[in-house]
Every structure is written in structure tokens, then in C-alpha cells.
């Protein structure tokens, strides 16, 4: 039990559009989702906590208009980064806890790589 | 405020050797404290966590970490490292009112042959 998937597992897009990578808990229903991301030989940033059907709290320095979280039920939460730039490229992992304080349970990631 | 220090960006053993990462922490209220591993391309997969109790967690693939709150430690061992033992480890320490996780740098285990 406590599986938590992503998707898509890599994408590459152009400068200047979106990304939209979705995060669902599959076999249990999802308190909170984190977001982080990890650059190369780097460890974890949390970059927002998600509730469902709260906005996401956001860790400082990380723009919330850029990087939209949506949190529409217990099972899934998605990240959308807008106006993608070279910066932007990292591996994004999303975890989920079934109860406030309880284990992390990871998804398997999303490269991201903007052109 | 929470933080995690994980001695050693990388870890070199032979095969069958002991395993020692070590992962040192500060908090201002009772830790969770958790070891994660994370294969190339990949993302975390839970080793072992200390919530309350015994101070002799043992975890999945042979892993075990104690803790000790004296020198607010919790090192990662492992009797006989094998092959597939190399990856990154991560040391982390639940935080916030939502469990939020601060992780260490991470210590890449490598293991000869």
C-alpha cells in the first residue's frame, strides 16, 4: 500500500509554455501533497504543501504564480509551471501522508526539461 | 527550526563491508527522523523511520539507524554492503505543524567489487 504516482514521467517543452504534472495517491486518500524539486546531485527543496481543497502554502522564494498547485481531491494534486524557462528544468517528486505528521510517500518524479 | 547534517557528500565501501552513514539533526521538539534512498532517475523510497519507542529501528534491504537523542544522531548502518546497495541516501526530519520534511545534502553510497 502507500503507492503515489506521477505523470508524465518526463516532458520537454519550449520556453514560454506551460507544463502540467499531475501527482494521485493510488491506494489511500492523500491529508496533504508536498511538492519538491531536486536539481542535479542536489537534495530535495519542498517548494509547497498542499490540502485538498486549500490553497497551497508556498515555502519563500518559490513564486506561486508560477508554479500552480491544485489540490481537487484526496487522491490527486497537480503542478503546473507557467511560462517555462531553461531555469525552470529540475526533477519535480511530489509526496503524499495519509495523516498530518505521518511517513512521506513519494511519487517516482517528472523531469522537466525546457528548451 | 529544524535541520538535518549528513557527514560525507560520499560514501565509498567494498562489497561486504559495513555500511556507516552518518545523519546528525537539530530540533527544538521531539524529531521524526526518516532514511530514504533514491536510485538514479527515481524518486524516494523509505528506508526506515524512528517516531517514538525503541531507539533500534530496523528498516527494509538489511538497513537499520539508532537513535540517540544524547548526541542527536541518527546513522544508518548496514552489517554487509551489496551492489545494489549503491545509490543516494538521504537523512530527513519531520518539521512544521504539516509534517514537512527537511532534508540533508544526501551521501552518495558507492560499493567496489
Known amino acids: 500500500g502507500a503507492v503515489v504516482s506521477q505523470h508524465p514521467s518526463w516532458v520537454i517543452c519550449k520556453s514560454g509554455t506551460s507544463v502540467k504534472i499531475e501527482c494521485r495517491s493510488l491506494d489511500f486518500q492523500a491529508t496533504t501533497m508536498f511538492w519538491y524539486r531536486q536539481f542535479p546531485k542536489q537534495s530535495l527543496m519542498l517548494m509547497a504543501t498542499?490540502?485538498?481543497?486549500?490553497?497551497?502554502?508556498?515555502e519563500q522564494g518559490v513564486e506561486k504564480d508560477k508554479f500552480l498547485i491544485n489540490h481537487a481531491s484526496l487522491t490527486l494534486s497537480t503542478l503546473t509551471v507557467t511560462s517555462a524557462h531553461p531555469e525552470d528544468s529540475s526533477f519535480y517528486i511530489c509526496?503524499?501522508?495519509?495523516?498530518?505528521?505521518?511517513?512521506?510517500?513519494f511519487g517516482p518524479g517528472t523531469r522537466l526539461t525546457v528548451l | 527550526a529544524q535541520s538535518v547534517t549528513q557527514l560525507g557528500s560520499h560514501v565509498s565501501v567494498s562489497e561486504g563491508a559495513l555500511v556507516l552513514l552518518r545523519c546528525n539533526y537539530s530540533s527544538s521538539v521531539p524529531p521524526y527522523l526518516f532514511w530514504y534512498v533514491q536510485y538514479p532517475n527515481q524518486g524516494l523510497q523509505l528506508l526506515l523511520k524512528?517516531?517514538?519507542?525503541?531507539?533500534l529501528v530496523k528498516g527494509i534491504n538489511g538497513f537499520e539507524a539508532e537513535f540517540k537523542k544524547s548526541e542527536t544522531s541518527f546513522h544508518l548502518t548496514k552489517p554487509s554492503a551489496h551492489m545494489s546497495d549503491a545509490a543516494e541516501y538521504f537523512c530527513?526530519?519531520?518539521?512544521?505543524?504539516?509534517?514537512?520534511?527537511?532534508f540533508g545534502k544526501g551521501t552518495k553510497l558507492s560499493v567496489k567489487p
Open positions: 498542499s490540502n485538498e481543497g486549500s490553497k497551497a502554502t508556498y
Open positions: 509526496s503524499a501522508n495519509r495523516v498530518r505528521g505521518d511517513t512521506q510517500y
Open positions: 524512528y517516531t517514538t519507542g525503541a531507539t
Open positions: 530527513a526530519v519531520s518539521g512544521g505543524s504539516q509534517g514537512n520534511l527537511i
